[in-house]
């Protein structure tokens, strides 16, 4: 392993979630890779989110909570130009090994790496709050 992978590792911190035997290939990567990688993310994340929301000019800072989590969902879901950048800052946290891996089955754990990062901000809305940029 390398110094680049060998200081991801370091600063992204161990597994969350369980590791069973019967556990899936991609179950897991979201484990091992995923999870880490999002927790670690997450200011940016939100911060990320906040500058969406400001620069698409919406009024999503008045929408009720249900609508919010909403907003959330099909940014992230139908923006694909927002949910790729998104994957890149996930993608760039990633081994060399991890990124082998990712590729064999990309599609899956894209839905996966989204699916969480929508639960991520949608647990966390209370603290998206209008900032000046």
Request: proline fraction near 1%.
């Amino acid at each position: 392993m390398n110094q680049r992978d060998n200081a991801l590792l370091e600063i992204r911190g161990g597994t969350i979630g369980e590791i069973m035997e019967q556990s899936s290939q991609e179950e897991k990567f979201q484990n091992k890779t995923l999870r880490p990688i999002l927790k670690l993310q997450n200011d940016l994340f939100v911060e990320s989110f906040l500058n969406y929301v400001n620069k698409h000019k919406t009024d999503f800072y008045s929408l009720s909570t249900e609508k919010k989590l909403l907003f959330i969902e099909n940014a992230i879901q139908k923006d694909i130009k927002f949910r790729n950048a998104l994957k890149g800052m996930v993608i760039a946290m990633f081994t060399i090994d991890e990124f082998r891996e990712y590729i064999t089955n990309s599609s899956n754990l894209n839905k996966r790496m989204m699916n969480i990062l929508i639960e991520r901000l949608k647990d966390q809305v209370q603290i998206l709050v209008k900032t000046e940029v």
